[in-house]
Structures are given as structure tokens and as C-alpha cells.
């Protein structure tokens, strides 16, 4: 059973290295690096929207032979998820959204530019060591250490223009709540996040979870937004348990 992830914007794919080593006994666990991430190519817009990701993601899964699939989105790979789920749904078995970004589009314009030139400023001014060690202490909740926090900083010193650029701007213009209104409701959807997220909030994936009162909605009690990385047993367990339960639907 292949099983998708989709990291967030200040991720890449090695950092579901827990989740790779964990659940490849049970399932071909797949990461990627979105476009512009690591050696990925970026996309072409300097402005992408959430569908020219789901179209990338679309065209990685035909390059595997991938025909259906667990998908798991984390942050802004909750917005690419979503929007994959309502394009090519008879490609997935289930979708799991965890620690959603709902995107800035419902934001009063002034408040999405200010979010947007912050984030790309930190970038331009700071570099992206100092910029992932401004922000990425933020991803953590109580219980990490400074293993954790330190695999946090790395990861996001990775990030590089255009494609974080890209990302940025995809979030900014980018609207999850509606695309997970619009999901068929016959795909099994599951929704995961921390009570100690800040950056996400727990009241923001509860108001998208509320689209789909029917779905599995899990709290991971200490962990922040890299729940992922903090409680990655429990995280792992979720996404198993899950995925095991619906990998037959037709």
C-alpha cells in the first residue's frame, strides 16, 4: 500500500525520516520534496496556486506507477492535499490532513501582504539559518528536545528561492476550508494535530474538521506543529491505523 507525504513549508522530505523508517514494514512510504524543495524542480508560476501542486503531485505519482495511494498532508501540504483530493479523488484511498494551513485568502488583504513580506523578508534580510532559527523553535510543543528543536532549525535552513517564494505565495492566496468542503464525501478523510500548536491551532483544525463531521478527528496531547517529529510513534500509529483500515475501498 503506497503511503504519500507531504511536508510543510519549512520541511522537506527527510524530515518524516520517524515515519520512513517506522511504517515501511507495513506500507511503501513515499516522501517528497515539493517543487523548488531540495533537488526538486520548481514550478513555473512565480505565483502558483494550489493546483499547479496537486498538478505536480499528480505527475509524481504517474512517474512511480502509483495509482492509488494513502495520502498525508502536514501544514501547507494540507492545502496541496486538499486540493489534490478534490481534482483526482479515485486516486486515493484515504487523506489524512494533519496540523492544517488553511491559507491566508479569507484574510483582509493588508493582513495577507503583511504575513506574506514578513515571511519573505526574514529570508532576504536574515538568511535562511538565521530565519529557521528565528521561526522554527515555534514548530515545537512542551515535551521536545533539543534534538528535536535542533532537527527543526536544520530542516528549514534548507529552504531555498524560488520555491519558497512559491510556497509562500500559494499559501497566501491559498483557501483549504473550502477545498475540503468541496472533497467527495465517500473518500475517508482523518484529521491530526497537537493541543500545544501555535502555529496551527487547535481551534483552526477543529473548524476544518467540522466540514466532515463524520471523520476521525485525533489529538496528540503535548506535541506542537512537528507533531510528526515529537510524538512520532503515536503520529506513526494514526496514520497506520488508519490507512489499514480503508485500503481496500473501491
Request: net charge neutral.
Amino acid at each position: 500500500m503506497p503511503l504519500v507525504l507531504l511536508h510543510g513549508i519549512g520541511s522537506a522530505s527527510k524530515s518524516w525520516r520517524h515515519q520512513l523508517a517506522g511504517l515501511a514494514d507495513r506500507f511503501r512510504v513515499i516522501a517528497w520534496d515539493a517543487p523548488g524543495y531540495a533537488q526538486s524542480t520548481p514550478l513555473t508560476p512565480e505565483t502558483p496556486d494550489a493546483g499547479d501542486y496537486a498538478g505536480a503531485l499528480l505527475a509524481f505519482l504517474d512517474s512511480l506507477g502509483i495509482g492509488r495511494c494513502h495520502l498525508v498532508g502536514h501544514s501547507l501540504g494540507t492545502l496541496m492535499a486538499a486540493r489534490f483530493a478534490t481534482l483526482h479523488a479515485d486516486r486515493l484511498l484515504s487523506l489524512t490532513l494533519s496540523s492544517i494551513a488553511v491559507g491566508h485568502a479569507n484574510m483582509a488583504p493588508e493582513d495577507r501582504r503583511r504575513l506574506l513580506e514578513s515571511r519573505l523578508e526574514d529570508v532576504a534580510t536574515l538568511g535562511t539559518r538565521a530565519m529557521a532559527e528565528k521561526r522554527g523553535p515555534r514548530l515545537l510543543g512542551p515535551d521536545a528536545t533539543s534534538e528535536m528543536r535542533q532537527a527543526v532549525i536544520d530542516a528549514m535552513a534548507q529552504v531555498q528561492m524560488p520555491g519558497y517564494g512559491q510556497a509562500a505565495r500559494m499559501l497566501s492566496n491559498g483557501d483549504a476550508l473550502t477545498d475540503i468542503a468541496r472533497i467527495p464525501v465517500a473518500l475517508p478523510i482523518q484529521f491530526v494535530y497537537g493541543d500545544a500548536d501555535v502555529i496551527t491551532p487547535p481551534a483552526a483544525n477543529l473548524k476544518a474538521a467540522a466540514l466532515r463531521p463524520q471523520a476521525p478527528v485525533h489529538v496528540v496531547s503535548n506535541a506542537g506543529h512537528a507533531l510528526y517529529l515529537e510524538k512520532p510513534e503515536r503520529f506513526s500509529a494514526i496514520l497506520a491505523d488508519f490507512a489499514e483500515a480503508h485500503h481496500e475501498r473501491n
